[in-house]
Structure formats: structure tokens, C-alpha cells
T-cell receptor
């Protein structure tokens, strides 16, 4: 069965430090991969996506992610975080046979400390 | 401004009292869906709609109803709410067969059933 795993439920980090949020997926078919961010008391906003082509994708707010097909991963990275990056981050997958259906991971809460 | 709106944003109700959460989008999207977000479970799809008068169950449809009489509106109905439906609810919309594959989310409705 297709699924998405976010191994870290919480990631605390100090401001200006680098961060990586991990995402692994399980699928027997081609996938499209997404990272969404949810700021406090707001809806979800698309951060970046991988559809095809270059495996390194860049998103908004200085985030990037790398698609690794052999490891079925799509980890999110930022070289230097800001206080304003404090939010919940969701990895999501859709499949080539049903691109409208999103399967979400359980989320990772990034807490940035001064 | 392109957006998905939900009302109300916050709702406290009692067991068994019917309620409706409205969702409206102004992007002429065909696809609309409802998700619930629970701690440690991420977002799970409740119902979705591919177009007017076309709705189908998602992963957790029990206890919910939806309707799609107009393209822009997709209300979520709880005929007899129970405490296990206390959750954060999101409506989302997207174009079908879009090349962007992006879903747009509303701001969320926090429902408490006592």
C-alpha cells in the first residue's frame, strides 16, 4: 500500500542553523512529491514540489528538497533557518494514476529558537 | 485574490446537533475535497468531488456528508456529530488534469463536539 512516513514529529533547532526534515514514501508506481507548510492558525501552503526532471527542487523561503528514487525519500532542507520558519511541515504524495488524491505524512513540527 | 474560504473558523457544539461547514473557492476549480487533521495522524481525506453533482468517499467518510450543487461550493455536513469528530477541518481545491498538481487549502475550521 502507498504511504508516507515522516520520522520526526518534532525538530527543535536554533536560529541560523541548518535543518533537514525527513520524508520517505512507499509506492509501486510513479509519484509526485510535495512539501506543504502550515503556519500557526493558518491553512496549508505549498512549499515545493517534484513532478519530474531535476531531482533537486527549490521552493519558497529558501527551502529545497531532493528526490531520491532509490531510497524513496524526499527530504526537505534549509541551510539557515529563521524564527519565522517555525511551523508544521507536511510531506505529501500523489500517484500517476490519480494525481488529484494526496496522501499526507503525519507532519513535523519545526521549532526555531533564538 | 484566488482563495478558498471556510466558515465558521471555530465551532463548539454538542453531540447530535446537526451542523454544516461551508467551503467556497473562486478559482473555477473542478476538484474539491475535505480533510481532517488530527495530532499524529496528519491530514486524512473525508470526501472529494470531481465536479458538480459528482462526489465520492475518501479515506474516513463515516459520519459525514457532502454536496456539490454549484462548482464553487462544497459544504461538509455532520448530521449527528460525535466527540470523535472533534478535529481541524480543511477544504481544498484544484484543477483536474492540471500541470501544476497544486491543491489550494482553506484556513481551516476547528470543531469541538462535547
Amino acid at each position: 500500500a502507498q504511504s508516507v512516513t515522516q520520522l520526526d514529529s518534532q525538530v527543535p533547532v536554533f536560529e541560523e542553523a541548518p535543518v533537514e526534515l525527513r520524508c520517505n514514501y512507499s509506492s509501486s508506481v510513479s509519484v509526485y512529491l510535495f512539501w506543504y507548510v502550515q503556519y500557526p492558525n493558518q491553512g496549508l501552503q505549498l512549499l515545493l514540489k517534484y513532478l519530474s526532471g531535476s531531482t533537486l527542487v527549490k521552493g519558497i523561503n529558501g527551502f529545497e528538497a531532493e528526490f531520491n528514487k532509490s531510497q524513496t525519500s524526499f527530504h526537505l532542507r534549509k541551510p539557515s533557518v529563521h524564527i519565522s520558519d517555525t511551523a508544521e511541515y507536511f510531506c505529501a504524495v500523489s500517484f500517476s494514476y490519480n494525481t488529484d488524491k494526496l496522501i499526507f505524512g503525519t507532519g513535523t513540527r519545526l521549532q526555531v529558537f533564538p | 485574490e484566488a482563495q478558498v474560504t471556510q466558515n465558521p473558523r471555530y465551532l463548539i457544539t454538542v453531540t447530535g446537533k446537526k451542523l454544516t461547514v461551508t467551503c467556497s473557492q473562486n478559482m473555477n476549480h473542478e476538484y474539491m475535497s475535505w480533510y481532517r487533521q488530527d495530532p499524529g495522524l496528519g491530514l486524512r481525506q473525508i470526501y472529494y468531488s470531481m465536479n458538480v453533482e459528482v462526489t465520492d468517499k475518501g479515506d474516513v467518510p463515516e459520519g459525514y456528508k457532502v454536496s456539490r450543487k454549484e462548482k464553487r461550493n462544497f459544504p461538509l455536513i455532520l448530521e449527528s456529530p460525535s466527540p470523535n469528530q472533534t478535529s481541524l477541518y480543511f477544504c481544498a481545491s484544484s484543477e483536474i488534469d492540471s500541470t501544476s498538481y497544486e491543491q489550494y487549502f482553506g484556513p481551516g475550521t476547528r470543531l469541538t463536539v462535547t
